[in-house]
């Protein structure tokens, strides 16, 4: 059974299940029925056209629930509408979804947390790390929007912003998370950078190249974690790199900077520096000031201090990171750095294996336990 073919398939499914009048609430539940039928079906009998088979049991899939509900006279006429089995046209609905998932019936972050589970393909617990709340509290915001969309035409798309958080979050979670969808945010992000003019989308562009060129470097062949400071940065893809600089740049030039652009502009630093020695920190503390200013993101001034501890000294750093809540994801990482800078080694060591415990995936974890085992092995020697 190809998985990943299955998960390519299923936003192109769920836009046609809608456009063809199903509220979303239900396509949802007929196109995940469908998956459950494709699991059991394929490997003995695998479909000519995967996509046309999925259209036509989604869609008999919601017809059946919808003869189910109270509602089943006042629908029964889409029985006539069942569309006969056979080859799909090969359209690409992924972006147009997106869109539609931003309705304006619902707040920004709730289409946002909508879109993500049910076109991005992320758990309610990745979500729930990304927005920093618990992940009942995200199980229940998921409800609420999906009642609030039940029975509402998708016919007035979204807008740009909500979409672009989405596509940011994807990304986020591709790059650094469980799931591998980077590439697929990319690419969603290019086609809307081909068919929109503005600067937000060319900067979010620009920042998911810059960070997917160093992908390679990121990770030892047994998969552990290397720090930015000692990747190898020959492995870094210079095209894709050059190919982020001059988007970045042709949107800053347009003098309206938004927060996708500053985050780019801090990326482009990064890969600018030949070693990590010669990296531009006191300009990175700029940019992360405008994004401070842009965002007012506690996750934001979290990284600030990093490049403050860099710029300025550790301690300065830990004076930075001394404003900020310490439940932040990452702030006890991110103290443990600044005392091993200062030579705080015994406190950095606590503070690593405390942040190994908090860490929101295995790599993390892995990561920041060796740094404990490395800084205590020093000590004892």
């Not at 990319?186 to 003019?197: G, K, S």
């Not at 990093?306 to 994801?329: F, I, Q, T, Y």
């Amino acid at each position: 059974m190809n998985e990943a073919l299955l998960r390519s398939l299923t936003p192109s499914v769920l836009a046609i299940l809608v456009r063809r009048g199903a509220d979303f609430a239900a396509a949802e539940d007929a196109v995940q029925d469908a998956l459950v039928e494709a699991v059991r079906v394929w490997p003995a009998d695998p479909p000519r056209d995967a996509k046309g088979w999925l259209v036509t049991v989604a869609w008999r899939k919601f017809l059946d629930a919808t003869r189910a509900d109270t509602a089943r006279r006042r629908r029964e006429h889409l029985v006539d509408e069942e569309p006969a089995p056979g080859p799909t046209p090969a359209v690409d609905d992924t972006l147009q979804l997106y869109f539609l998932c931003a309705h304006p019936s619902l707040t920004p972050s709730s289409a946002v947390a909508l879109t993500l589970r049910a076109v991005g393909g992320l758990t309610t617990r990745q979500i729930a790390q990304a927005y920093l709340v618990p992940e009942a509290t995200m199980a229940q915001r998921i409800s609420r929007a999906k009642r609030t969309v039940s029975g509402v035409r998708f016919d007035q798309p979204g807008d740009v912003a909500t979409v672009l958080r989405v596509l940011y979050l994807v990304f986020n979670e591709g790059y650094s998370g469980d799931v591998d969808l980077a590439a697929e945010a990319i690419r969603l992000t290019r086609q809307l950078a081909a068919a929109i003019d503005h600067p937000e989308v060319a900067g979010l562009l620009a920042l998911m190249l810059l960070h997917h060129a160093r992908r390679a470097a990121r990770t030892a062949p047994d998969g552990s974690l290397v720090p930015l400071a000692e990747q190898d940065r020959g492995r870094w893809d210079t095209n894709v790199i050059a190919e982020g600089v001059e988007i970045l740049q042709a949107a800053l030039a347009r003098d309206r900077l938004g927060e996708f652009q500053a985050q780019a502009a801090i990326a482009a630093l990064h890969a600018d520096a030949p070693t990590a020695e010669e990296t531009d920190w006191v300009q990175i503390v700029e940019w992360y000031d405008e994004l401070a200013r842009l965002t007012d993101s506690p996750v934001v001034r979290l990284n600030r201090a990093v490049a403050v501890g860099e710029a300025d000294g550790p301690r300065a750093g830990l004076a930075a990171l001394a404003a900020l809540d310490d439940s932040l994801p990452r702030h006890t990482a991110v103290a443990a750095y600044l005392h091993e800078r200062d030579g705080d080694l015994a406190t950095a060591a606590r503070l690593y294996a405390e942040a190994a415990h908090k860490a929101p995936n295995l790599a993390e974890r892995g990561h920041l336990t060796r740094q404990a085992a490395r800084l205590n092995a020093g000590r004892r020697r």
